[in-house]
């Protein structure tokens, strides 16, 4: 999703709005503790409404995440960013 944002508009998120069950999740299951800090150090998550999932940045650019648009994403790391 971060990965997608850089390639759409050349610049990271600062803010990404989702589902509270996603951003559980991606805390609990995906990332370890170390990431999760890492990540939230980068990005306010904001929790949303159910299947909405949107990255924003201070120019009030927004890339609103779907499957359509997750194919054209891959191959654009974002773990650089985090570091």
């Known amino acids: ?4 944002f850089r390639a759409a508009f050349g610049s990271w998120p600062t803010h990404i709005e989702m589902p509270v069950r996603m951003a559980q999740a991606i805390e609990e299951q995906v990332l370890t ?5 890492m990540l939230t150090k980068k990005l306010h998550i904001v929790h949303g409404h ?7 940045d201070g120019a009030n650019q927004a ?21």
């Open 50 to 56: 159910e299947g909405t999932v949107v990255a924003t």
């Open 33 to 37: 503790p170390l990431g999760w800090s």
């Open 1 to 4: 999703m971060v990965a997608g």
């Open 63 to 83: 890339l609103e995440y779907t499957s359509a648009n997750a194919i054209s994403f891959l191959g654009i790391a974002a773990d650089a960013w985090l570091t």
